[in-house]
């Protein structure tokens, strides 16, 4: 088994221990160092009043591949997302949502990643947001927030 | 009943439409011009993996809640967040998230909006995240997010 | 002589050592725990090919009184902006700017900030700016950056 | 002449009659349809207390480069930056500082765009800064402002 395997399945299983994201279905579908993906399946109770996924949804997804990007470039525990920043770019209808994360910048303690989220019919992707944010890796904290 | 009645009314219908905001739970509290407050009650579905309520829920609640503050003092159809920021400020643990929200300053087609928003435990109130972003009332888009 | 009075001459030194904050000509007219103000005259050199101040010189006193305001509840040395956004709201014609940053946030390294910027015409103010961001005292960087 | 260097040379002619960019020096250096690139070489006069090129001066560059990346994708008169946000990575050091600018995704009225600053020493290039942002060609606006 490979190392990228090993960390794959470790960010699987982090993805399961948090329920809203088994509420919203998401799955990591790559993990590596520097990078992340995430899918989300389209359905009805993600969407908002005019039938586009809600923008929540979008925050969501952006927030979590932007964490999981951002701690594989960070060592210790408790990876906090300390904040980011998303542009909404089109309505996002489709079938499945993905969100590719990478890291940008990292240091000891902090990480400064991107993250595209697209949406995709078929075999047809378009970008629906942009992110930018800091994943922190805080040695003083006694609480801990991805 | 006041104009303002009806506004909160009216608010309500629009949140009852989005199937997100119903699976999550929210509930908008105060809708008046210039300003919103969106409540959602904690429960286990809404966390990640440390028992904090997940990142994606208070960014959505601070999404929904600047989308309804900028809504307020936009007029037409159509109203969209285009963007927004967020910053994480410490680990959302209690029973009840409220988030308020308010138009900073209001053009005719854009309004920019702050919100915060604070984890409720009995009758304390923790500011949990800070947000800042910009709701469009596109003139020219066939489509609509809000 | 009181403590803020100490502050505010402190930060006048700091500011007196930014060449740029020289070339541009900004003054330091409140500095207190949890907040700070900027001030710098609207001259010809500051503006952009409208004639209004430049949206450069408005992101440089936003993210100066951010670190101010946070730098004055953090300890230790070398405080940096990790981060800010910042949202123009108007076009700034008049005689003066005017930043004003304050606290939202603390923990022991990081500070998250607001500023707003408003241009003053004789006694009238216009916000024309507003910014959050992320100021942080680094204990395990071996450089500096305000 | 061909039509990208007839769109240098009038994004020169703009950059030429903004004060604020003569006073820092300035140089745009590629300007193509939804591509800039501005220099701008290190002195004194752009520092901070550290010795490093100051925060506001990294802001102005990608908030120019992010204006001139926005307006080569918007048609129409009176292009306005309406947002940015900025992570500063790591203290610009060195000889020259390279802001480059690109189109993420353009409608009929906004544009969201991506920069990274670097900074050069010799040959070396670091990247110091990374930011994102909307620029907007307001339709009702009597005003204008870059």
């Known amino acids: 088994m490979t190392q990228s395997t090993d960390l794959l399945a470790f960010g699987r299983r982090i993805l399961a221990e948090q329920p809203f994201s088994t509420l919203l279905g998401a799955e990591l579908t790559a993990f590596e160092s520097g990078r992340a993906e995430l899918r989300l399946a389209v359905r009805h109770e993600l969407k908002q009043q005019y039938g586009f ?61 991107r993250c595209d989220v697209f949406v995709l019919t078929g075999t047809e992707e378009k970008l629906c947001a942009t992110a930018q944010g800091t994943i922190t890796a805080p040695t003083n904290f006694a609480t801990k927030e991805p």
Chains 1, 2, 3, 4 share one sequence.
Do not use: M
């Open 53 to 113: 996924v809600h923008g929540g949804v979008l925050s969501y997804l952006a927030d979590n591949a932007l964490t999981y990007a951002g701690g594989s470039a960070l060592s210790g525990q408790g990876i906090v997302t300390s904040e980011f920043k998303i542009n909404y770019l089109r309505p996002a209808l489709g079938e499945t949502l993905v969100a590719r994360a990478q890291v940008i910048h990292a240091g000891k303690s902090q990480a400064v990643c």
